[in-house]
């Protein structure tokens, strides 16, 4: 008998979100709610290769003592509901085993595929080990304003696989738009709840839902707050859906190895992409255009500068960082509407990664592709002190 199958209904909730929707956020505050006498499992999947969210979480979990029996599990370099289910299966049987948490959550990348996902985690492999909670949707509100949001069927797919919706990003929408935003979540979603988040650096806000009246208002955080804990023992409809319609499905084959990095709570590394600094990579997936490195701590950059390089470039949709700075270290999360810099603990080394929206009217081929990257690498090794 496997380690593995003596482990029973391990609670498992699934929180996803498009790119720059908020995830981190809205993770680290249901890792809140983790009683200090049990130990929680968190699993991310990042796009990248380099592992910015598990080490900003790890940041988080150092300062905050009720965190601290949270493992944490990274698997990186792509999508884990992509090509094959060998990635998840290997990162969670050893988390589970090697752990042996009492709750687990899992982060998958920005731009995954909830469903695919939904079904993986409905393989009979993991029906005993997990009990499914309700999926948690992180929605931001600014991204849907924008019609390219809109109209992106990743997009669109995070919202179609919710049980919970968590809107942020609210606050400049009027009536109107607030009742146009819920008629477009209903023709994608007819079952899912929302939940309408509140900034905890604000005490009060006025309650936004429509189908609340004005009289209604002032929804504190700590409201917020106790809404948001509910999904973590709700049963997923979504989940119950995707069981019914993969009953006759065959398990995918798990030969096909995922290229990504698989990191356990241990520290081990099935396959080594970005081992020793100085690292740096660059690559395209799907409609994005990512790279990242790793750098020695003992580099430190100018941030006045190495924030005005950042914006500059092109098309950027996200920009994530733990960098040793001019102004000691800091974690970066730059997303279009929102620059969001903190301090943190010193670092074993230096982490910056960017994804970029491809230009679909360029012409560029891989060489010349090579060649920008190459120069952004040159720049940014300039901005060093």
């Given at each position: 008998m496997s380690k593995l199958s003596i482990l029973q209904n391990i609670p498992c909730t699934l929180v996803t979100g498009f790119l720059g929707s908020g995830k981190t956020t809205v993770i680290n505050q249901l890792l809140n709610f983790k009683p200090l006498n049990e130990r929680w499992a968190l699993l991310i999947n990042e796009f990248g290769r380099i592992g910015i969210d598990g080490a900003l979480l790890a940041n988080a979990k150092s300062q905050d003592k009720a965190k601290s029996d949270i493992a944490i599990s990274e698997v990186s370099g792509g999508c884990i509901c992509?090509?094959?289910?060998?990635?998840?299966?290997?990162?969670?049987?050893?988390?589970?085993?090697?752990?042996?948490?009492?709750?687990?959550?899992?982060?998958?990348?920005?731009l995954a595929h909830?469903?695919?996902?939904?079904?993986?985690?409905?393989?009979?492999?993991?029906?005993?080990?997990?009990?499914?909670?309700?999926?948690?949707?992180?929605?931001?509100?600014?991204?849907?304003?924008?019609?390219?949001?809109?109209?992106?069927?990743?997009?669109?797919?995070?919202?179609?696989?919710?049980?919970?919706?968590?809107?942020?990003?609210?606050?400049?929408?009027?009536?109107?738009?607030?009742?146009?935003?819920?008629?477009?979540?209903?023709?994608?979603?007819?079952?899912?709840?929302?939940?309408?988040?509140?900034?905890?650096?604000?005490?009060?806000?006025?309650?936004?839902?429509?189908?609340?009246?004005?009289?209604?208002?002032?929804?504190d955080f700590d409201r917020y707050l106790s809404e948001?804990?509910?999904?973590?023992?709700?049963?997923?409809?979504?989940?119950?859906?995707?069981?019914?319609?993969?009953?006759?499905?065959?398990?995918?084959?798990?030969?096909?190895?995922?290229?990504?990095?698989?990191?356990?709570?241990?520290?081990?590394?099935?396959?080594?992409?970005?081992?020793?600094?100085?690292?740096?990579?660059?690559?395209?997936?799907?409609?994005?255009?990512?790279?990242?490195?790793?750098?020695?701590?003992?580099?430190?950059?100018?941030?006045?500068?190495?924030?005005l390089w950042l914006l500059q470039l092109p098309n950027w949709q996200r920009i994530k960082g733990l960098i040793n700075t001019t102004e000691g270290w800091l974690q970066l999360n730059f997303t279009p509407d929102s620059l969001t810099i903190e301090t943190s603990d010193a670092q074993l080394d230096n982490r910056l990664e960017i994804i970029l929206a491809a230009d679909t009217d360029s012409t560029q081929d891989k060489i010349e592709q090579r060649e920008i990257w190459d120069s952004w690498n040159s720049q940014l090794m300039a901005l060093v002190v």
């Open positions: 992509c090509t094959s289910q060998l990635p998840l299966q290997v990162a969670l049987s050893r988390l589970l085993t090697e752990q042996h948490p009492q709750r687990l959550i899992i982060e998958p990348t920005g909830p469903r695919q996902l939904l079904r993986q985690l409905n393989d009979p492999h993991w029906q005993t080990a997990l009990s499914m909670q309700a999926v948690v949707t992180v929605f931001n509100a600014l991204q849907w304003q924008q019609p390219k949001y809109r109209s992106h069927t990743g997009y669109q797919a995070h919202v179609a696989a919710a049980d919970v919706l968590v809107i942020n990003r609210y606050q400049q929408l009027n009536k109107a738009e607030l009742l146009a935003l819920k008629a477009w979540i209903s023709t994608l979603n007819t079952h899912s709840q929302i939940i309408w988040a509140k900034p905890a650096s604000q005490d009060k806000i006025d309650s936004i839902d429509p189908n609340i009246s004005d009289s209604k208002t002032s929804v948001l804990i509910v999904p973590l023992t709700q049963p997923s409809v979504v989940i119950n859906k995707s069981a019914t319609a993969n009953q006759n499905s065959t398990r995918i084959n798990s030969s096909v190895i995922n290229p990504g990095v698989v990191k356990s709570s241990s520290n081990h590394v099935r396959k080594v992409v970005a081992d020793q600094p100085p690292y740096y990579y660059h690559d395209q997936r799907q409609d994005m255009l990512v790279g990242g490195w790793r750098l020695p701590a003992a580099s430190i950059f100018d941030f006045a500068k190495l924030k």
